[in-house]
């Protein structure tokens, strides 16, 4: 099981940035797929944006031109750059990979993002 540990969580101000990182203890060069989900209080776990082994990005339509999904493979990490912060961010981030297709997701335990309006 490849092990996933989300940092750069905070409180920040509408407008604000942060980057969430999420290191992998495996080498994520030929990963599948890897993502990031978020799940606000009292709502369901939702998929915010994807990046496959080819460089093909997903971003969900409430992030889609404000949130970037990047992979830096030589250190075997995922970043979601986040810009312009709404208060409707606010969630627990989670970082999710696929190493293979035969192979299900293996998820981080989560960092929170609090956006304060």
């Known amino acids: 099981q490849v092990q996933l540990v989300e940092s750069g969580g905070g409180l920040v101000q509408a407008g604000g940035s942060l980057r969430l990182s999420c290191a992998v203890s495996?080498?994520?060069?030929?990963?599948?797929?890897m993502a990031w989900y978020r799940q606000a209080t009292g709502k369901q776990r939702e998929l915010v944006a994807s990046?496959?082994?080819?460089?093909?990005?997903y971003y969900a339509a409430s992030v889609k031109g404000r949130f970037t999904i990047s992979r830096d493979n030589a250190k075997n990490t995922v970043y979601l750059q986040m810009s312009s912060l709404k208060p409707e961010d606010t969630a627990v981030y989670y970082c999710?990979?696929?190493?293979?297709?035969?192979?299900?997701?293996?998820w981080g335990q989560g960092t929170q993002v609090t956006v304060s309006s």
């Open positions: 990046i496959t082994s080819a460089d093909s990005t």
């Open positions: 495996g080498s994520i060069r030929s990963f599948v797929a």
């Open positions: 999710s990979a696929r190493p293979s297709l035969v192979r299900d997701w293996d």
